[in-house]
């Protein structure tokens, strides 16, 4: 065990190493060799979704117990998306950082991370991936559905009663009054957004006990898996096995898959090119289009369809989709978990699809693609479209571009009623990726001008290097990348260029002369200024990864050996 070289020591390094543990009423049978087991524990009142887990901690701890096994929790940085600011995906890197160095320093042989909200999840999923300690996933769990009128309400619809609003067709105090009941309980966002798309990752990643993406946040199961969590945390310290000794190509390619059924985030696509390198593995893109084109959509759940993950819990959740999946032939079942089980063993007894939340490979609930990868003169490295969330008319789209500079200057020309545009335009939001926002901002999904709203109009093909909630809906070319404050060609973007995007071509393109391009990109490199504002800010600017290369720091892309650290005294 890592942990006998601190507290089996002998002398005054042993002495010191376990009296100051004493002092919160350990006994000297605490410290008498069995496997520590660290809490990594993402609570925070300031994350909303993650608000469960300081209770979900106790009863991982009452398993460690259980199986004979030590637990110690500590507080990791909490990234609540709703409200930090400029995102909570510019502190992804710097949570996955303090999560691995806190790891590696400290006396633990495995480690439970306990997650919730967006970005908590990859960012545990990476630290620990690069600690190389056994490592064990818990989900806070979705919340229950909440109601308006008698009719199920959610984050999805959020978007469209606030473009009702905005067209008058939804009062303040209808609105103010749901801002009231969205959130209908302690949990994360109760849809197939990023926080549950990621929580079903990891079961088939083999990170979690199977179970983990749907029980609610509220339910008895949703406990019991946090003491079973616990048990299972002291039978991988035993086995010493790190993510990178199970987790391989294949156990990723089925993550892709399932991510691709599910009608998943587009965030993962960033998150699980990011975990991969951190164990070696050069995830790209083409992977995510290549590997989701011969998989049907087998959940009903919003965004991409009707229910919510109460409902996709009662129906058997994510565990009948991987079952579904190994039956179909289109995951490979010989991967293993955390505890070297194989997911045939572990999701053979999962139940069947009711054909109403869940479908069959052979009758699937859509046989829409789930996400594609566009390229073109405008995104060399490739964009992302999710084909589930998108106008199917708008997919082969030619038009005009509008091209908004900055967040700030989009939302104020979508704040003025009289601001307009023809129904063809195409949207551009520029400098909000990894560098230019800082943080990628979910605005790619942006609203669509007052007037075109009157107009009847509903979608519009909206590009940028911006993502994209997990809850959004729409033609959205995000993840751009180059992204535009690199001086990728988004950047060369003026207003009234003609843009193409072709889904069935794969493409999108800047209809503009290479010439004029050139020139375009001459005079850019003349404004380019000194964008140091010290701190993490300038930290990340200087190291953040293009999207398409998960937008991780370039120094933290590997895993790191986890050899102990020396004595601090
Ligand atoms: Fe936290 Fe949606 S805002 S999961």
Redesign the pocket.
């Known amino acids: 065990m890592r942990s006998h070289d601190w507290f089996k020591r002998g002398g005054l390094h042993g002495f010191i190493y376990r009296s100051w543990v004493y002092n919160g009423g350990l006994t000297r049978e605490s410290l008498d060799g069995r496997p520590v087991i660290g809490i990594a524990n993402s609570w925070s009142e300031l ?4 608000r469960n887990l300081r209770q979900l901690a106790d009863l991982v701890k009452q398993g460690v117990i259980e199986a004979g096994g030590l637990p110690l929790e500590f507080p990791v940085m909490s990234l ?3 409200l930090m600011r400029p995102t909570a995906m510019m502190f992804r890197n710097l949570s996955a950082m303090a999560i691995e160095e806190t790891i590696r320093a400290n006396p633990m042989d495995a480690v439970v991370l306990l997650t ?3 970005k908590t999840t990859p960012a545990a999923m990476m630290g620990a991936a690069s600690a190389g300690l056994p490592s064990i996933l818990l989900s806070a769990g979705p919340m229950t559905k909440s109601f308006h009128n008698g009719a199920p309400i959610s ?1 999805t619809q959020m978007w469209k009663f606030s473009e009702e609003r905005r067209a008058g067709r939804m009062s303040d105090e209808e609105f103010a009054e749901i801002e009231l009941k969205l959130n209908a309980s302690e949990g ?2 109760p849809i197939m ?4 798309t990621m929580a079903s990752l990891v079961e088939i990643l083999g990170l979690s006990l199977p179970g983990n993406a749907a029980a609610p946040a509220t339910s008895a199961e949703r406990r019991r898996l946090a003491v079973e969590t616990g048990k299972a945390a002291v039978l991988a310290a035993r086995s010493d096995e790190g993510i990178a000794s199970y987790c391989d190509r294949r156990s990723l390619q089925n993550a892709i898959v399932l991510l691709s059924a599910l009608g998943g985030s587009t965030n993962a696509v960033i998150h699980l090119i990011a975990f991969a390198r951190r164990i070696g593995i050069q995830l790209t893109v083409d992977d995510f289009d290549k590997l989701s084109d011969a998989v049907p959509n087998l959940a009903n759940i919003e965004p991409s369809g009707h229910f919510a993950m109460e409902d996709y819990y009662r129906a058997g959740g994510t565990s009948v989709v991987i079952n579904e999946l190994i039956k179909g032939s289109l995951v490979d079942g010989t991967s293993r978990n955390f505890l070297g089980h194989s997911l045939s063993s572990l999701y053979a007894s999962s139940g069947t699809p009711d054909q109403k939340v869940i479908f069959s490979v052979d009758q699937p609930y859509k046989n829409t693609k789930s996400i594609a990868v566009v390229r073109g003169n405008l995104a060399p490295m490739g964009a992302i479209v999710k084909v589930s969330a998108a106008s199917k008319e708008l997919l082969e789209h030619e038009g005009p571009a509008y091209v908004f500079d900055n967040v700030d200057v989009m939302r104020r020309a979508m704040a003025d009623p009289n601001f307009d545009v023809p129904d063809d335009t195409v949207l551009v939001l520029r400098n909000c990726g990894p560098k230019g926002y800082p943080g990628m901002a979910e605005v790619a999904n942006m609203p669509l001008p007052k007037k075109v709203l009157e107009r009847g109009v509903r979608d519009m093909v909206r590009v940028s290097d911006a993502r994209m ?3 959004a809906f729409g033609t959205v070319v995000l993840h751009v990348s180059p992204e535009a404050s690199s001086g990728g060609p988004l950047s060369l973007v003026e207003t009234g260029d003609r843009i193409r995007l072709s889904l069935h071509s794969r493409s999108i393109d800047l209809l503009v002369d290479e010439a004029i391009l050139d020139k375009r990109r001459a005079e850019l490199q003349s404004f380019s200024s000194d964008r140091s504002v010290g701190g993490y800010r300038e930290l990340y600017a200087q190291f953040v990864n293009e999207a398409a290369d998960g937008a991780d720091f370039s120094f933290l892309v590997h895993q790191r050996p986890v050899s102990l650290p020396l004595d601090n005294h």
């Open positions: 994350t909303p979704c993650n609540g998306e709703t919730g909200c967006d984050v994360h966002c957004g990023t926080a549950s909630s997990g809850s």
